[in-house]
Structure formats: structure tokens, C-alpha cells
């Protein structure tokens, strides 16, 4: 019977072939995990969560069919096995599946990203100590009448790949995180906001009372909002939610989006999206970050590499299938579950900062809004038509005003992207390390 998360999907592999199948591919993916909540200085939850599951995905000339199972002993493994070729030979023809050939699998898939902390895990007990630090930080702000909830977790997975064509790799991860929800204000005059933070290393946290403290001040920031005047203004969003900028242009040039024509920047490779002067970096090799992988999903190790470069778009972001269908290479992008096959996304990303600190964009705007959520979504991704709902700050003189909520902002994409301005308050732990970003050309509704 297999043991180790390897010898799983060696089985896997061995049993896709004796039930027919020409190539195959395999995923194992094993986690644990603790999470402690607090509410009103008490216990509220506990939970300990343990997984190990594996995909299998079998390839018949053209046609190709996923399956996933938690059983992982030898017998139901075979099964499994039998049941994908079933499946593969009633499953419709798609030229462009299929594996890599072995001469494009790369070497460096060991390399050590620093993505394992080898400190000994934080006991339930540490954990519980660190959500009611934040919670009694949140707390002790003026104003805060509420902790909705503060917690603390940790969480280790290990993630193994073979496929038939050599492709044998494994890694493991870990992550650590602590955040708060407070509520400011009482009866229908409350306001809530939040904080967290995650890293790889327990060591790299801030302290858990930083955090429950700006939690309670975003929280009292919030009280006693207006509706903002409407029209045409400047909108800058602030670091907590900028990076959705980023993402809707790194669904944009998504090889699965582009491949069925549905990306507004379908026709733009080669063109200027951004200001001149601003990357947009993709480096899936960052020592300790949240999005970094020593390999993609079928076997191509990581690189950092551009996707724009001084405002130009200089790249797809692929996997094999998507790249085939562009008549491109895969660009090592491929990510995968268990129960899918690969698709293409990004690790982590970053955008090239500014030298203005956000409070000098603040002053610069002179009149405008400051976004710090949002909610809702109307985006076309075709044209990208914009329209979200959003509360954050007004500001006036240069200097906030008074907070502001139930608001919509609307736009065009191409258009909004290509002036923005970047402030220099990127977070460097996070996968999207992308500053507070000054936009014009949006429209405010209240």
C-alpha cells in the first residue's frame, strides 16, 4: 500500500497506464491546519483540520478526463484509475491537451524558497494568546464598542506532481496568520473594519496587538459617514484594495481569456497599457512569499519574468493547453487543484512603486476619493466597462474630509490604467505587492 504523498502518485501513474491510458498526471495535495477564534474574551472556536486527497488526470490521444479521490489506499487508487480512462474515452477531442515534452521540463524544481518555517508549529494555546492580544488591542482603541471576532491560525501543505513524462517534484508550505473585525460606534451608527496579516514565517508577523489596534482605528475611522458629492474625480485606492486594479488586468491577459477572445486586452501585446515606466513583474521565486512555487503545475520551473515592462505588454500568462492554442510556449504559469486540469495564473506579482508617499497623492488630488473597500462587481471583460461599489474617505484641500460609503465608482479599464500613479507604500508581504495607486478618469455616484 502507498504511504508517502510520492508514492501515491507513482501508483496513480502506474495504475492510469495499466488501465490504458497513453500519458497521465498526478496531484497530491496534504494540509493541516489549526484555527482559534475569540469573541468578547472567550474561546469561541477551535478547529484542527487534517486533509490528503490526490487528482489524476489521464490523456487518450486528444481527449482527457479529471478525477479526484480522499480514499488513497492501493485499491480505490486503481479504481480511480479505471474510472478516469472511462471517462477519457467518452470525452470530447481537444488538440491542444496533453503533457509537456520531457526536454521542456526544467531542472531547478528544488530550489529552496524558504516556503517551509522550521520553527516549531504555534500551539493551540500560542494561537489563542494571539487573538486575544489583537482582540484586546481593537479593544482598547477609543470608540470601539465590538470585537465581531479576532483569530489566529496556522496551516502546513505539501504539494506533490508526477506525471508520466519524468515530471516527479514535491514542496511543502506553511502560513501564519492573525487578524481582528472591529465595530465602532453603537445601534445603527455602527461601523465595522478589519485586519489581518499572513506570512510564511511565524517570526516575519507583526505583533497581534498591531494589528487589533489597526483594526479598531479603521473601524472608528469609518463612523459617521456622508454621500459623497458626484461627477468626475480623481479616485485614489488606497493599498488594502489597489491590487484589484492589478488582478483585473491579470485576468486580461490571462491565455484562457485572451484564447476565447473575451480580454480587453486581447489586441494589446506589444502596446503601452500602463504608464511608461511601470512594470508589472511576475517572480514566483521570492524568498518566503505567499505566491512563490519552486515549479508550476506541469513541471516548468519558476522564473521571474515581466508581464509589462515599461508600460508595454510583453506577455500571456500560459499553460500548456492555452499556449498550444495561441500557437505559443507555455510561460510556466499552469496551476492546478485536484479535481481540474491545469489552468493558467499567476504567482507573485509585483508593480513598480512611485517616489510620492500616499498622503503627498492625497494633497496632490486636492478634491477626490480615497477607496479603502469594495464591494460588488460589474466588469465586462471584453471591453472592460467598469462599475463597483466602494466606501473609503472624500477628500477636499488635499487633506480627508469625511468618510464616505454606498457609493459607485464606474470607469474604463484601458482608460484607468494607463494614467495611474503609484504611491511607494506596497506591502512586500503580500503576493500582490502593489502600492496605493491615484487614478483619473472615474465617475463617483452616490
Known sequence: MPQTDREIADHLLTAAR???????????????????????????????SESREAGLRVLLGARQACVSTSDLSAGALDVLADRAVAIAKEAPEDPTVGLLDPAELSAGIDADLELEDPAQPAAPEALEAL???????????????????AH?????????????????????RTSFSVGASAIAGEGLARERDYAGETRRFIADMPSAASIGTRSGERAVAALNPRKPPGGAVPVLYDERCASSLIGHILSAVNGAQVARGASWLRDAMGSQVLPKGMDLIEDPLMPRGLGSRP?????????????????????????????????????????????APPSPGVSNVVLTQGPASRDD????????????SMIGLSISATT????????????????????????????????????????NDADPY???????LLVEGLTVGA
Do not use: C
Open 152 to 172: 489566529a491560525g496556522r496551516e502546513a501543505m505539501d504539494v506533490t506532481l508526477a506525471a508520466t513524462n519524468g515530471l516527479m517534484g514535491s514542496y511543502r
Open 384 to 423: 472592460g466597462d467598469y462599475s463597483r461599489g466602494a466606501s473609503g474617505f472624500w477628500v477636499e484641500g488635499g487633506e480627508i474630509a469625511y468618510p464616505v460609503n454606498e457609493l459607485t465608482i464606474a470607469g474604463s479599464l484601458p482608460n484607468m490604467v494607463k494614467s495611474m500613479i503609484a504611491a
Open 131 to 149: 487573538a486575544l492580544e489583537a482582540e484586546e488591542a481593537a479593544l482598547a482603541v477609543a470608540g470601539v464598542s465590538q470585537v465581531e471576532q
Open 295 to 339: 515549479f508550476d503545475a506541469e513541471g516548468i520551473g519558476g522564473a521571474r519574468r515581466p508581464i509589462i515592462e515599461d508600460g508595454v505588454l510583453e506577455r500571456w500568462v500560459l499553460d500548456a493547453a492555452t499556449g498550444r492554442k495561441l500557437g505559443l510556449a507555455s510561460t510556466g504559469n499552469a496551476r492546478r487543484g485536484v479535481t
Open 361 to 372: 497623492l492625497i494633497a496632490e488630488m486636492g478634491r477626490g476619493l480615497i477607496v479603502t
Open 18 to 48: 495499466n488501465a490504458g491510458a497513453e500519458a497521465a498526471d498526478a496531484i497530491v495535495l496534504a494540509s493541516q491546519g489549526v484555527h482559534i477564534g475569540v469573541s468578547g474574551r472567550v474561546l469561541e472556536e477551535a478547529e484542527s
Open 430 to 436: 503580500r503576493s500582490y505587492q502593489v502600492p496605493s
